[in-house]
């Protein structure tokens, strides 16, 4: 038989939290409890390659900002190199946790662009970083890539994007270029819902 203890309250209860901010990105939370917030630094002091900005939002379905997502963003350094597959530079780590302003919705980091991929068949991914969403009532989290709008030529050729059957879908996948900034929205549903992939 459950004894019932009145004196203890139930914790909220979400997919994603409400913790997920205290936990993974505990200084935008307002907790400065580390001397280093982990995963903010992406390309580290000595990387190499042309500095950039990412701004975006992710949306629902109805159209509104999703304000507690969480974002990772795994990438290569500018010549293409993963952390782990091949020697960066110092401080490289090639992964960081990004995620909005509470009040507006809008993330935004910065990086250095990356290069092409080389993949494991031998054949060359364009430039790309990718993405990993987790936030409230989505049960597993979501993957997906941003490539850039001013690599026309090597988007044409990449693989991964050819490999999504409707043509127009894979504009979802596009960051708009505003000189050394690059916007991407993301979202989750509805009309240009952004392409997930199953990973």
Do not use: C
């Amino acid at each position: 038989m459950v004894q019932p203890l009145h004196y203890l309250k139930e914790s909220a209860s979400q997919t994603a939290g409400p913790y997920v901010h205290i936990g993974l990105a505990p200084g935008a939370a307002g907790f400065d409890i580390y001397r280093a917030e982990l995963g903010h630094d992406i390309a580290g002091p000595h990387a190499q390659g042309e500095r950039i900005t990412v701004t975006g939002s992710v949306f629902d379905g109805t159209g509104a900002p999703v304000k507690d997502v969480l974002i990772e963003v795994w990438q290569a350094n500018a010549e293409g190199i993963y952390p782990g597959a091949g020697e960066v530079e110092e401080g490289f780590r090639g992964w960081g946790r990004v995620i909005p302003d509470f009040d507006t919705g809008v993330f935004r980091f910065d990086t250095v662009k990356p290069g092409a991929v080389t993949g494991r068949d031998g054949r060359r991914m364009a430039p790309h970083l990718s993405l990993w969403l987790v936030a409230r009532g989505i049960n597993v989290g979501l993957n997906t890539r941003m490539y850039f709008g001013d690599e026309a030529e090597a988007n044409a050729a990449d693989p991964v994007l050819g490999m999504v059957e409707q043509a127009h879908r894979r504009d979802t996948l596009i960051a708009r270029a505003e000189g050394g900034t690059y916007h991407f929205d993301i979202r989750l549903q509805g009309d240009d819902e952004t392409v997930f992939f199953d990973i």
